[in-house]
Nanobody
Framework: VQLQASGGGLVQAGGSLTLSCAAS????????MGWFRQAPGKEREFVAA????????YYADSVKGRFTISRDSAKNSVSLQMNSLKPEDTAVYYC??????????????????????WGQGTLVTVSS
């Protein structure tokens, strides 16, 4: 099982970026997929998740209204559209998904939840 994240980069505050994650090795269509991030010197934290149907999403309060997660189950991929970026959004972003089926987007956002599969991370740097 592999998750390949891409799309990170350097952007000015107020700008936008879109992260993408392609999954391979198994079908992820019946479980949630999500994004986490880890800022320098901080613990990794949940950002957003999307359910297996693509219709249910769940966001951390810090990104609600600015970030949009979506998935293409046919392509085994998930994207994170990030708008109105702030310097505090600077972090390495990881896509992730559970091994178990029928995990919900909300499940992934529960404090302390650890998905089984992780991508390699992509760095997002927001300059002020």
């Amino acid at each position: 099982v592999q998750l390949q994240a891409s799309g990170g980069g350097l952007v000015q505050a107020g700008g936008s970026l879109t992260l993408s994650c392609a999954a391979s090795g198994r079908a992820f269509s019946r479980t949630a997929m999500g994004w986490f991030r880890q800022a320098p010197g901080k613990e990794r934290e949940f950002v957003a998740a999307v359910g297996w149907s693509g219709g249910i999403t769940y966001y951390a309060d810090s990104v609600k209204g600015r970030f949009t997660i979506s998935r293409d189950s046919a392509k085994n991929s998930v994207s994170l559209q990030m708008n109105s970026l702030k310097p505090e959004d600077t972090a390495v972003y990881y896509c992730a998904t559970p091994k178990a089926l029928f995990v919900t987007a909300h499940d992934m956002g529960v404090r302390g939840y650890q998905p089984d599969y992780w991508g390699q991370g992509t760095l997002v740097t927001v300059s002020s």
